[in-house]
T-cell receptor
Framework: DAKTTQPPSMDCAEGRAANLPCNHS???????VYWYRQIHSQGPQYIIH???NNETNEMASLIITEDRKSSTLILPHATLRDTAVYYC????????????FGTGTRLKVLA | GAVVSQHPSRVICKSGTSVKIECRSL??????MFWYRQFPKKSLMLMAT?????????EQGVEKDKFLINHASLTLSTLTVTSAHPEDSSFYIC?????????????FGAGTRLSVL
């Protein structure tokens, strides 16, 4: 599976957009990008996923570059409850279904 | 939808005893479930892939005799930590692979915090 690289930590002001980057330069053509977040002492929560097109749901938007080597998760109006560790995961579309978690980005939303 | 329940949420046991953790997919069937372990301030580490009706696949370095996994039905996988010792104390998290609709999204349980005295 492709390896992902994320900044270890970021701060964001409450009400502002939080943009969390992820590099996955070794991604292959059929690998999806998944984003999860983990709030302290809980299991990871699914946020969004994509293959090549940009995606949006009620939680966030996912922007994937044209070469698919990086992506950005956007939380449009961050709240204090968005403080969490955010994980970007890339895995194959067939065969093994396992996720390999990287170190993630610790996002702190500031009041 | 796509809810995964994990039980118990917290367990404290004496050294040498065995502990069973259950992972249930409540509103979907999961042929594949996963077990992870997480140490404080660290990322999740995949321990094993649990396949319904067949043997689990363990990641390198994970003792299969220490961490017994059973996936007897399409909605239940169990992890048994046998002869637990203090070094087995950790946060254990399960996930279930959802195959309906979107591509192979894993939904996670809330985790089990194991403390071995």
């Amino acid at each position: 599976d492709a390896k992902t690289t994320q900044p270890p930590s970021m701060d964001c002001a409450e009400g502002r957009a939080a943009n969390l980057p992820c590099n996955h330069s070794t991604i292959s053509g059929n690998e999806y990008v998944y984003w999860y977040r983990q709030i302290h002492s809980q299991g990871p929560q699914y946020i969004i996923h994509g293959l090549k097109n940009n995606e949006t749901n009620e939680m966030a938007s996912l922007i994937i570059t044209e070469d698919r080597k990086s992506s950005t998760l956007i939380l449009p109006h961050a709240t204090l409850r968005d403080t969490a560790v955010y994980y970007c995961i890339v895995r194959g579309g067939s065969g093994t279904y396992k996720y390999i978690f990287g170190t993630g980005t610790r996002l702190k939303v500031l009041a | 939808g796509a809810v995964v329940s994990q039980h118990p949420s917290r367990v404290i046991c004496k050294s040498g005893t065995s502990v069973k953790i259950e992972c249930r997919s409540l509103d979907f069937q999961a042929t594949t479930m996963f077990w992870y372990r997480q140490f404080p301030k660290k990322s999740l580490m995949l321990m094993a892939t649990s396949n319904e009706g067949s043997k689990a696949t363990y990641e390198q370095g994970v003792e299969k005799d220490k961490f017994l996994i059973n996936h007897a039905s399409l909605t239940l996988s169990t992890l048994t930590v046998t002869s637990a010792h203090p070094e087995d104390s950790s946060f254990y998290i399960c996930s279930a692979r959802f195959t309906g609709g979107a591509k192979n999204i894993q939904y996670f349980g809330a985790g089990t915090r194991l403390s071995v005295l």
